[in-house]
């Protein structure tokens, strides 16, 4: 049998994956095989739009992800995105530039990996485009979300007084893949739960829509390069200073003992590794109380791990003894300085 050409391979790969109901509901007039899709545009919301990338030994390499993997965390991180504004993520685009060794095959796990995040968050896949590339695999997701128009929760609402939350524990992505990267020495086996956490993120979208519906949070942003970055992100938008506290940063029992095995310390994963697409925001302190019993009902996690305060815009951790420290404006950086 000869190998599909380009054309049919994008009909093969999207062919059939969501259903015509589907796509009208979420407002596709026109869907995948146009030059352009074409999508209705609900009154009074406000589109949010975003793009990220996923580049083969750069995001992910054969040794830490499963080829399904990277389609599903190439979706899942830009959904992310769109809840860090408190956004509904609705349609996506696909770009994919596909050197030789992803055959045919693979790349239709790739794409199983796109639809099965795609079905999970309901998000319409409208079009995308595909090239051949020389060595690497690159794949690009356009996201658009929707929001209730003025809504959007951004960076810059942080005001002196607020309490610091996040939606998740963090440390659990870098630790999984620490384990996963191919290393001089042998490094021990992680955790399931790690190396899920690496490869399949569960983007915060309910404690997104929580935030906004509520009225609760005041700032925003989703932890990819690191917590201390985010951190550092929210201060500097905001003008404001973060503190953190240590002893409050959510560290799992796995990642602590994992950490012990590999003899590292867990609070560098936690600070600085990334990929753990929580959310961090900062609210009012009045609201804390009914903030934690409704996501303690909607069974959401939510951890309170610092304050905020006046000053010239920066992150502080406190030490469990009271001691502050700056913390580092350090985090992962496709272009750190050198
Ligand atoms: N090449 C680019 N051209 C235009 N805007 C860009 C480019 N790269 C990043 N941005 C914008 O810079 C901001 C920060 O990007 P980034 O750090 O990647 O955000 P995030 O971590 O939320 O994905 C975003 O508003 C993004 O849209
Ligand atoms: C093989 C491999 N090496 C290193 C990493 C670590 N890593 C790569 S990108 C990244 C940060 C998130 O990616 P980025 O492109 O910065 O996303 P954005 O901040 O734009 O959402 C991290 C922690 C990885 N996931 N895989
Ligand atoms: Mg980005
Ligand atoms: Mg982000
Ligand atoms: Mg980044």
């Given at each position: 049998m000869p190998l599909p050409d380009e054309f049919e391979r994008i009909r093969l790969w999207t062919e059939s994956r969501q259903t015509a109901d589907f796509l009208l509901a979420s407002g596709v007039r026109?869907?995948?095989?146009?030059?352009?899709?074409?999508?209705?545009?609900?009154?009074?919301?406000?589109?949010?739009?975003?793009?990220?990338?996923?580049?083969?030994?750069?995001?992910?390499?054969?040794?830490?992800?499963?080829?399904?993997?990277?389609?599903?965390k190439a979706l899942a991180s830009n959904i992310s995105d769109i809840a860090a504004m408190g956004g509904i993520p609705a349609h996506a685009l696909i770009s994919v530039s596909v050197p030789p060794a992803w055959d045919f095959n693979r790349m239709k796990s790739l794409y199983d990996g796109f639809y099965e995040c795609a079905e999970r968050y309901s998000v319409a896949v409208v079009g995308g485009?595909?090239?051949a590339a020389p060595s690497d695999l690159v794949v690009a997701v356009t996201v658009?979300?929707?929001?209730?128009?003025?809504?959007?929760?951004?960076?810059?609402g942080a005001r002196a007084g607020h309490i610091v939350f996040v939606t998740g524990p963090v440390g659990l992505s870098a630790g999984?893949?620490?384990?996963?990267?191919?290393?001089?020495?042998?490094?021990?086996?992680?955790?399931?739960?790690?190396?899920?956490?690496?490869?399949?993120?569960?983007?915060?979208?309910?404690?997104?829509?929580?935030?906004?519906?509520?009225?609760?949070?005041?700032?925003?942003n989703d932890v990819s390069d690191g917590l201390a970055s985010e951190a550092w992100e929210i201060a500097e938008a905001s003008g404001v200073r973060l503190v953190l506290k240590e002893a409050s940063?959510?560290?799992?029992?796995?990642?602590?003992?994992?950490?012990?095995?590999?003899?590292?310390?867990?609070?560098d994963w936690m600070l600085y590794g990334g990929e753990d697409y929580v959310l961090l925001g900062t609210a009012n302190g009045e609201d804390e109380a009914a903030m934690r019993e409704v996501f303690r009902q909607e069974?959401?996690?939510?951890?309170?791990?610092?304050?905020?305060?006046?000053?010239?815009?920066?992150?502080?951790?406190?030490?469990?003894?009271?001691?502050?420290?700056?913390?580092?404006?350090?985090g992962y950086n496709h272009f750190a300085k050198g």
């Open positions: 026109l869907g995948i095989g146009d030059d352009t899709a074409v999508v209705g545009a609900p009154a009074g919301i406000e589109w949010l739009l975003a793009v990220d990338t996923m580049v083969e030994q750069i995001h992910f390499r054969s040794e830490t992800m499963e080829d399904a993997d990277v389609g599903y485009d595909t090239t658009f979300g929707t929001v209730e128009a003025g809504r959007a929760i951004t960076r810059a999984g893949l620490h384990g996963m990267l191919p290393s001089d020495t042998a490094r021990p086996k992680p955790p399931e739960r790690l190396i899920r956490a690496h490869r399949r993120p569960a983007p915060s979208v309910k404690a997104g829509r929580l935030l906004l519906e509520r009225g609760w949070g005041k700032s925003l940063l959510p560290l799992s029992g796995e990642l602590a003992s994992y950490a012990a095995d590999c003899r590292v310390d867990p609070l069974g959401i996690p939510l951890f309170v791990i610092g304050e905020t305060e006046e000053g010239p815009p920066g992150v502080e951790l406190e030490t469990e003894r009271g001691l502050r420290k700056p913390l580092a404006k350090r």
